[in-house]
């Protein structure tokens, strides 16, 4: 995601363009190219037309979920599509359906949107007059609202398939959520899309002249959809977990005057991505072991811990599970969470208490009786 830059910024969600981005803009003129350097423009242009609808679908996506109060921070714009990256997943079925399908809903209300100004600039018979024409005479005006209703229609259709991690996947496994347990619903989703990946190579296969894009986005679906099924038992172990059950009081800590040179002492013997900074007993934040290391660098190990730290963090009671504990972190500026009992600092969770009992909870319960449904009995 870095090398990305920022092009616009909407309700606090960056707008970037990933530096592939420039493909994007080789493909869309390529075709025309056959009309002179005019040609060549307009495809590009067109090109840059169709992201800025992929950008408005992610925002589709990014509005819905602000709207259940996930954070989303950036929308990144690449050759293959948009992405969306939201600091936390949908927390009901209802929340997963509508976040999934406002994407959608944005290309069908531009389509109707477009063809209807090209009706009404264009008119009718002129729209179907250029639609016969296309690629084969320079590209006239009423291309533009042609190709921008079919780019917007296809984006819908598309994105709609019942292949998990697209979004008709998504909405596919929100509905079996109403049935079964989420990892049980995600189960059969993937293998819905992984039906359709070995459809679309089979496609490709067969049918000459598809593109070349194909086979790619089998690639992606049929691993996406695996990967949605790990994290999706990585949730279900973790909210069998209570934050009591992993946090520890021997973690080491720092204090706000601990100097750069004895931290990285501590570091040397301790695998821990970040630590707590108390004061006269009491959390006043917590400092990440990368940004010790670099400030160890940049100030010499006269420096102190205070400088890189970090006031925001999370809070979690002890009966919490990690699975709300993830929730946090993930919302937060840093990758941890305090464990506090009245007041009192028990102890941070961090990536590697996660692993931790992840490891621990695998090995130990991953035979533990389900129903029918698929519900761990307990
Ligand atoms: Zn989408």
Redesign the pocket.
């Known amino acids: 995601m870095n090398r990305s830059w920022r092009v616009a910024t909407f309700a606090g969600i960056n707008i970037n363009l990933h530096i592939s981005f420039v493909l994007v803009l080789v493909m869309g003129a390529w075709p025309w190219l056959v009309f002179g350097a005019k040609g060549a423009l307009f495809g590009a242009v067109m090109m840059l037309a169709v992201f800025a609808c992929i950008a408005l679908?992610?925002l589709?996506?990014s509005l819905v979920a602000l709207a259940f109060g996930i954070p989303v921070t950036d929308i990144t714009l690449t050759p293959i599509g948009?992405v969306?990256i939201l600091k936390d997943r949908p927390k009901t079925p209802t929340q997963e359906l509508l976040i999934?399908i406002a994407?959608?809903a944005v290309n069908v209300v531009l389509a109707a949107l477009f063809a209807g100004i090209g009706i009404a600039v264009e008119g009718w018979d002129a729209l179907v007059a250029a639609s016969q024409t296309i690629m084969r005479e320079p590209p006239r005006a009423e291309l533009i609202w042609i190709m921008l209703v079919s780019a917007n229609a296809w984006l819908a259709v598309f994105?709609m398939l019942p292949a998990l991690p697209?979004?008709g996947g998504r909405v596919l496994r929100a509905f079996l959520s109403y049935v079964f347990a989420p990892e049980r619903a995600t189960r059969i989703a993937a293998v819905v899309a992984r039906v359709v990946a070995v459809g679309f190579v089979a496609l490709w296969l067969f049918v000459p002249n598809l593109s070349p894009m194909l086979p790619f986005i089998a690639l992606v679906v049929f691993f996406g959809s695996g990967a949605e099924v790990r994290e999706a038992k990585v949730n279900r172990v973790l909210a069998l977990i209570r934050a009591t059950d992993v946090v520890t009081p021997y973690a080491p800590r720092f204090e706000p005057g601990t100097t750069l040179g004895e931290a990285v002492q501590v570091l040397m013997m301790s695998p821990l991505p970040v630590f707590a900074v108390e004061q006269a007993g009491r959390l006043v934040g917590v400092v990440r072991r990368e940004d010790l290391l670099e400030a160890a660098r940049a100030k010499g190990s006269w420096g102190f811990v205070s400088s890189v730290l970090i006031r925001e963090v999370p809070t979690v009671d002890p009966f919490e599970t990690l699975d709300d504990a993830r929730s946090k972190m993930q919302r937060g500026v840093v990758r941890a969470a305090a464990v506090m009992r009245s007041g009192m600092f028990l102890g941070l969770i961090t990536e590697l208490e996660l692993a931790q009992a992840m490891e621990v909870a695998e090995r130990l319960r991953a035979t533990a009786p389900r129903d029918s449904l698929g519900r761990e009995v307990r």
């Open positions: 679908h992610e589709g996506h948009g969306a999934a994407g959608p994105n697209m979004d």
